[in-house]
């Protein structure tokens, strides 16, 4: 059975940095588009980023600069790394993956270009 899950979520002061992983089992994913998306309580959940196939990435504006992604296809993982934190970066992160369209360069940033999903991990800035 396929399945993404998140880990590296926690509470951080705002400026201090956190590394979240997402853990594929079941089926390789690495000729696929992956991604991580947010969302805050009472908020749609939105893109953070995504990284293609070959490994071109893709930021939302308001994290570029801040946040990168990786993944280890070896491994079947993904990776954001977050560094200077913001209170608005506090959201239940999740992690996705597509499996539809291989060796494409696009990354959907739109949740319904994704068949896989993790069930997130919680990530909280303080002040």
């Known amino acids: 059975q396929e399945q993404l899950v998140e880990s590296g979520g926690g509470l951080v002061q705002a400026g201090g940095s956190l590394r979240l992983s997402c853990a594929a089992s079941?089926?390789?994913?690495?000729?696929?588009?992956m991604a991580w998306f947010r969302q805050a309580p009472g908020k749609e959940r939105e893109f953070v980023g995504g990284?293609?196939?070959?490994?071109?990435?893709y930021y939302a504006d308001s994290v570029k600069g801040r946040f990168a992604i990786s993944r280890d296809n070896a491994e079947n993982t993904l990776v954001l790394q977050m560094n200077s934190l913001k209170r608005e970066d506090t959201a239940l992160y999740y992690c996705?993956?597509?499996?539809?369209?291989?060796?494409?360069?696009?990354?959907?940033?739109?949740?319904?270009?994704?068949?896989?999903w993790g069930q997130g991990t919680q990530v909280t800035v303080s002040s």
């Open positions: 990284i293609s196939w070959s490994g071109r990435t």
């Open positions: 079941g089926r390789t994913f690495r000729t696929y588009a």
């Open positions: 996705a993956a597509d499996h539809l369209r291989p060796y494409t360069g696009d990354v959907p940033v739109n949740a319904n270009g994704y068949s896989y």
